[in-house]
């Protein structure tokens, strides 16, 4: 069973700058890295969206709010995911977490593969 821990959340002033990690357990190296991962994210009182994707051929897909500003990346030795996020808004606030998608012959996310973690708290404020 595929275990995901997310952290390096916190709290950010506008403008800001903060780099979320996501650690995969109880999966192959190899396997990890056959997988397209996203980072998801839940604002208060609104649905869960996908905001970054990046395929097993390190391919990627932005969620057009975050275009420009973020960057996701992938260690597959280290079964790790990772976002940059900079110049972070206050609309950015959101609890983050991460997932392995299942992708379409297309190359398009759909669904997710495994149970959520905790995610990771993101609070961008002054």
């Known amino acids: 069973q595929v275990q995901l821990v997310e952290s390096g959340g916190g709290l950010v002033q506008p403008g800001g700058s903060l780099r979320l990690s996501c650690i995969a357990s109880g999966v192959s190296g190899s396997i990890f890295g056959a997988n397209a991962m996203g980072w998801y994210r839940q604002a208060p009182g609104k649905e869960r969206e996908l905001v970054a994707g990046i395929r097993s051929d390190g391919s990627t897909n932005y969620a057009l709010a975050v275009r420009g500003r973020f960057t996701i990346s992938r260690d597959n030795a280290k079964n790790t995911l990772y976002l940059q996020m900079n110049s972070l808004k206050p609309e950015d606030t959101a609890v983050y977490y991460c997932?392995?998608?299942?992708?379409?012959?297309?190359?398009?996310?759909?669904?997710?593969?495994?149970?959520w973690g905790q995610g990771t708290l993101v609070t961008v404020s002054s």
């Open positions: 997932n392995r998608v299942r992708v379409t012959a297309w190359g398009i996310f759909t669904n997710v593969l495994d149970a």
